[in-house]
């Protein structure tokens, strides 16, 4: 089990290693090369800053139980399968049962914007999103433990 983040734009990095340290978990931060992340805890690997080169590195690396955190639907999708989890850096758990909705939602959101309509802008951050987020981190950490001995 690993901790994979898509860091180019994640809050919540500092909750992320904490729950990696205070469990023995290594964390994986993936950015692009026009970002400069410092650690001393994560691993960082820096990607080309071409369109979606970090998130192919995350999708190629990702193994069975590594918990990948990242806002990007696409990546959620594609790591699913591989039997890995995934989370918003909101702490929202992406499943088998809910990708395929919010996959449309984006899909449908992209055309009204295509078309000339708005669609409405995420919303701020909260002290509640940051709770779930070191929650749920904690709970699938936990679960993997529990199925692995």
């Known amino acids: 089990m ?14 992320i290693e904490k729950a990696g340290k205070e ?6 931060m993936y950015c692009d090369i026009n970002h ?13 800053s071409g369109y ?9 690396a990702v ?16 790591v699913l399968p591989k039997n890995a989890y995934a989370i918003s850096p909101k702490g929202n758990v992406y499943t088998d049962e809910n990708i395929e909705r919010l996959l449309f939602e984006r899909h449908i959101s992209q055309k009204v914007r295509k078309g000339g309509g708005k ?24 679960e993997i433990s529990l199925k692995t001995y």
């Not at 400069?36 to 080309?48: E, G």
């Not at 990948?68 to 990546?75: A, C």
């Open 2 to 15: 690993r901790i994979i983040v898509d860091a180019d734009a994640c809050p919540g990095r500092d909750l």
């Open 23 to 28: 469990n023995s978990v290594e964390v994986i």
């Open 36 to 48: 400069v992340l410092k650690s001393d805890y994560s691993t960082i690997i820096y990607a080309d």
């Open 52 to 60: 979606q080169s970090v998130d192919m590195k995350i999708v190629n």
């Open 63 to 78: 193994r069975k139980d590594d918990i990948v955190i990242t806002q990007d639907f696409g990546v959620a999708a594609m």
């Open 119 to 142: 669609t409405s802008n995420p919303k701020k951050r909260k002290n509640e999103d940051n709770q779930r987020l070191y929650d749920s981190l904690i709970r699938i950490i936990n």
